[in-house]
């Protein structure tokens, strides 16, 4: 794969030295749904697939960007000295975001730069092509402009930060954090509040992490985001006035229970206790891993899903019909909902012997059910962003 983009890339740029290859994964969360925001925990690894960036430093200050995920936009092209938000230039803002947050860090840009990119992410899976391609250009700059002193970590924060004030998207730490941060049999136990983290063991020789795509488009996601987000954010209000936290991460299922009279709506009371039981799911799960219990894994994702259709409302039927298809089948351990809800996809683990069945049984009765055709993807974990 490297030789052939880099072949690609002299090919489209013309030849030259000083090309250099790079990567960036995507990622799956396990379980830890609409926690981040919240201040609690998130449990995602990242994956095999991803973005593959090709690039050289040039000669001058411009920027040009190509995808061939996207040849019919062309060359995006633009200069360090104007690298404003231009609605024609569609994925390419999302790198030019990336620039864009490191000169506005202080960090100098001498020269301008080609990039190729590539990526081997299923569209439509949201399994964090945005921040993949965010985080392999914050790495093609600290390799190429030799900023020795960033952290990986701090490439995470410029990408969220991108997609924050640059893109407009109002997204969390985790997608940015774990792609940076991955580690291959490896998930990452992050607390979303301060960025401590642990890597938990995911070795799975005889399971499968399978993601499966609804087909059902999600509609005013972001509207229905920041509702959730404005209910958990009154809640916790209510609850500060007679218990000393900063979120509602902070709780324990325990503590809720007493003082969750003080929230005034049934409604903002269900999604903060999807928050504080979400979160305290997260924390069983490591601690099941550390023991090499994937069973209670399984388990834990089940009532995540329920947390999540029940309490935080923004599964739909189509997820629900997926994930009821795949309770049924024996060595399905766990199966939810993923992402921010109301379409897009279930992540599932299935025992080996079982995949073919997965794939088959809940396809077909979904379909029957729906009338939708689903898409399966079986993923591996893989490590984090790196130079290739």
């Excluded at 290859?21 to 749904?33: K, S």
Aim: some cysteine; proline content about 3%; glycine content about 10%.
């Amino acid at each position: 794969m490297k030789q052939q983009l880099v072949d690609k890339f002299l090919e489209i740029y013309g030849e030259g030295d000083g090309v250099k290859a790079y990567f960036a994964p995507g990622r799956v969360n396990l379980i830890g749904e609409h926690t981040d925001y919240n201040g609690g925990h998130v449990f995602p690894c990242a994956l095999t697939v991803g973005t593959y960036g090709v690039a050289r430093k040039r000669e001058d200050t411009k920027v040009c960007l190509y995808s061939l995920n996207y040849p019919e936009c062309g060359m995006v092209k633009a200069s360090l000295s104007d690298l404003a938000y231009r609605q024609k230039d569609g994925w390419g803002n999302y790198p030019k975001g990336v620039i864009q947050t490191f000169i506005s860090k202080n960090l100098k840009i001498p020269c301008g730069l080609d990039i190729l990119y590539y990526g081997d992410i299923p569209k439509g899976l949201g399994i964090g092509s945005s921040a993949s391609i965010e985080v392999v250009t914050g790495l093609i700059l600290k390799d190429l402009m030799d900023y020795k002193d960033l952290s990986m970590i701090d490439i995470a924060l410029f990408a969220q930060l991108a997609e924050n004030e640059y893109v407009g998207m109002s997204c969390g730490i985790m997608d940015p954090f774990i792609i940076a941060m991955g580690k291959k049999d490896h998930a990452v136990f992050l607390d979303a509040s301060d960025l401590s983290y642990i890597y938990a063991p995911l070795a799975l020789p005889h399971e499968k992490i399978i993601i499966t795509n609804s087909q059902k488009a999600r509609l005013a996601v972001d509207e229905r985001y920041q509702e959730r987000r404005a209910q958990c954010e009154k809640a916790l209000e209510e609850l500060q006035t007679v218990i000393a936290i900063r979120n509602l991460g902070e709780l324990t299922a325990e503590v809720f229970e007493q003082v969750q009279e003080m929230i005034g709506s049934p409604v903002r009371l269900r999604r903060a206790r999807h928050a504080v039981t979400e979160n305290q799911r997260t924390i069983q799960a490591v601690e099941a891993l550390k023991r090499g219990d994937i069973f209670e894994l399984g388990q834990l994702m089940n009532a995540s899903h329920l947390s999540l259709k029940e309490d935080y409302e923004v599964s739909c039927e189509e997820l629900d019909i997926l994930v009821e298809e795949a309770w049924e089948i024996d060595g399905v351990l766990g199966s939810r909902m993923m992402g921010a809800g109301f379409g897009g996809c279930t992540v599932s683990i299935v025992e080996n012997s079982a995949v073919n069945e997965f794939i088959q049984r809940v396809g077909e009765n979904y379909q029957k059910r729906t009338g939708l055709h689903a898409d399966f993807y079986v993923v591996e974990t893989g490590n984090g962003a790196a130079v290739l």
